[in-house]
């Protein structure tokens, strides 16, 4: 076997196992590398043709291609960015007959919403997006039998400073299904994070892959991905979440969830808890404390979320004077830290709230502040909600009961009655009328659709 490094591209011969060749973009990096092998090993390509914009110059590259020829597959590894139509074309052009195509060319450029500049929108779509689709036209006339996209799951439920990737990756979704649409081979495999050491991966820092791990996820295996991808190809669907998720973390008070988990955690009706209670429990233990322990129990609050937002062990490592972004807050964290004290406090804080109230201390303060007045203004109504809410997260139970759901109509008839009995329709028949004279089915119909529980 001959090895050669070249400016653009190295070739390894190797015994051919027919003439059919599969493309891996991105085949250098940490996923096409895994990729490439696994087609190698299975026999599942003649010729590899791997593309990356580093091609050749990538490190360790020529021990790839040797190894992957040991299978005996003929490899070609050629620097193209596929984002440039022209120069893409000039490489499938010396393909001689094209039959799989796996777009796993991908780059971040994470940053939160108001910081997402043209150039990091370009930058990140230019990979994905474009690069999908200029393999989508300059192959939509080839009879390929496999065109598989490495997408995301940060397109399907989000993730937090990835709203460019996000976009991108919806975008490959989408074309899976246009492709499939037009009598065209596709699907797009939303990938959750691998365990991989390179590639995009691998310049995560440990922060990052604990706060997907409270979003949800866990790390995908290599072997485990791998199966993943064998199983995806084999059902035809054009789309498709191939993700692990930290059961661990698919709790119902969960804040750090997306609403997609967060509904599957309540249909599981998980009762571990990864979150602090709500703003009830929280007025409870506020509650008849002098105002000295009223603000140790918030500084507590916020140093123990600020903490499992870090990662650290323990809440006594987040100093109660110091300013957060010195303990390593950066706006991704920030965002995280306040909508768990969202969840604790039953406040709607601002998203600035940790900029102007910058440590523990100031932040305490303002809690307690904001958490007195909302006790005086609201008058037990925010109380009432949380019992309504109470009732809704307990409805299946309830409805199982006959005699608890007679009981339970009855009372919200009465309550509904008294809420409606100043309004007079135009038919003179009051809303409290039609309610009193309605079924218990009614009047849960009715609970459903105007008062959305």
Request: proline share 4%; aromatic share 4%.
């Amino acid at each position: 076997q001959a090895r050669h490094v070249g400016k653009v591209v190295l070739t390894v011969p190797a015994p051919v196992r027919g003439d059919a060749a599969v493309v891996v973009t991105g085949g250098t990096g940490g996923l096409g590398r895994l990729v490439a092998q696994h087609l190698a090993e299975s026999g599942q390509a003649g010729e590899l043709v791997l593309l990356s914009r580093s091609g050749p110059a990538a490190p360790d590259i020529a021990e790839l291609a040797a190894h992957l020829a040991q299978s005996g597959t003929a490899v070609r590894i050629t620097a193209c960015d596929v984002a440039d139509r022209e120069a893409l074309k000039s490489v499938l052009a010396t393909v001689r007959r094209l039959d799989g195509v796996f777009h796993a060319a991908g780059v971040l450029d994470d940053a939160v919403v108001t910081a997402l500049t043209p150039e990091r929108m370009r930058r990140v779509l230019g990979v994905k997006a474009t690069g999908a689709w200029n393999l989508h036209e300059l192959t939509s006339h080839l009879d390929v039998s496999r065109f598989v996209l490495f997408s995301s799951v940060a397109g399907v439920w989000g993730n937090p400073g990835q709203g460019n990737y996000a976009a991108a990756n919806t975008f490959l979704d989408a074309l899976a299904e246009y492709r499939q649409g037009h009598g065209l081979a596709g699907i797009s495999l939303a990938w959750g994070p691998w365990a991989q050491s390179e590639g995009m991966a691998g310049g995560m820092a440990q922060a990052d892959l604990d706060r997907m791990g409270r979003a949800g996820l866990a790390l995908i295996s290599d072997a485990e991905g791998l199966a993943l991808l064998d199983a995806a190809l084999d059902t035809g669907r054009a789309t498709l979440v191939t993700a692990r998720l930290n059961n661990a973390a698919l709790t119902q008070d969960n804040p750090s969830l997306p609403p997609v988990l967060a509904q599957l955690a309540r249909k599981a009706g998980s009762t571990a808890s990864t979150a602090p209670a709500g703003g009830g429990d929280l007025a409870a233990r506020l509650a008849g404390q002098t105002p000295e322990q009223q603000s140790e129990i918030l500084i507590r609050l916020i140093q123990t979320q600020a903490a499992m937002v870090l990662g650290a062990n323990e809440p006594n490592s987040i100093a109660a004077d110091r300013p957060f972004r010195d303990l390593g807050f950066d706006s991704l964290t920030t965002v995280e830290l306040r909508n768990r004290l969202n969840a604790a406090t039953g406040l709607r804080l601002p998203a600035t709230v940790l900029f102007d109230y910058s440590t523990a201390d100031a932040l305490a303060a303002y809690l307690a502040q904001e958490l007195a007045d909302s006790d005086d203004g609201e008058d037990g109504t925010l109380a009432a909600f949380s019992e309504l809410e109470k009732i809704e997260l307990s409805l299946d139970r309830i409805a199982a009961d006959e005699t608890t759901r007679s009981r339970l109509a009855a009372q919200l008839t009465r309550i509904l009655a008294g809420l409606n009995a100043t309004r007079e329709p135009a038919d003179g028949e009051t809303e409290a009328d039609r309610i009193l004279d309605a079924s218990d089915d009614e009047v849960f119909a009715f609970i459903d659709q105007q008062l959305g529980i």
